[in-house]
């Protein structure tokens, strides 16, 4: 588990194709790994990775063919600037949110533009994701814990300050640049949870507007 808040900046230095899935080496930069181990987990780029080897000045990591599929992983390239935390302790600040590294899904911004000295920015999430979205709630981009400031069907709006700007790649982020993305766990368990005994059927869609007008929760 993250809490979503970058500790470091790292560059993805080597890549390795293993049959199928990869393998990674990221340099960790300023991130302190004195206290990390083979087995430990590492958020980059806001997915949860295994780390495999610790070379000096950063650390191996396996991404499965899953991980290739429904991430931006598949078009790193070596120089590649990625956002870095390790896993959370039971000493961690809880300074961001709940976050589980399982990416949701690939986002894209729209557009950016200056607003005082912050940025504005716009993304476009998958379809399937917009309902997990809400308005001042929080959402994960590229490892990054955020507030939500306004949500337009699949886009919604962020505001970022200038030290998360520095601090984190979204520095660099214009028009087209994509993005991991992982909704709020919380809301992801509730809709299951709201599924009631419908969730053990085979074949289940998730909520729909009839299952929940079905069961009292909404009124044409």
Known sequence: ???????AVGEITELKPQGGDLRVRVRSGKLDLSDVQLG????????????VDL????????VSA????????????????VNLEKALTPQTRLGGHIVSGHVDGIGEVVWRRSEA??????????DQLAKYIAH???ITVDGTSLTVNAVDGAEF???IVPHTLQETIMGGYQAGTRVNLEVDLIARYLERLLLGDQAAKPGDGGLTVEFLARHGFYRT
Request: glycine fraction near 12%.
């Open 40 to 51: 430990d987990s590492i958020a980059t780029n806001g997915v949860c990775l295994t780390v």
């Open 157 to 159: 709006e962020l505001t």
């Open 117 to 126: 000295r912050a940025e504005r920015f716009r993304l476009r999430a998958p």
């Open 55 to 62: 070379p000096g000045d950063g650390y191996w990591a396996d």
């Open 1 to 7: 588990m993250f809490t979503g808040i970058i500790e």
């Open 136 to 138: 001042k709630g929080s």
């Open 66 to 81: 899953e991980t290739l599929d429904v991430t931006t992983v598949n078009g790193w390239k070596t120089g590649d600037r």
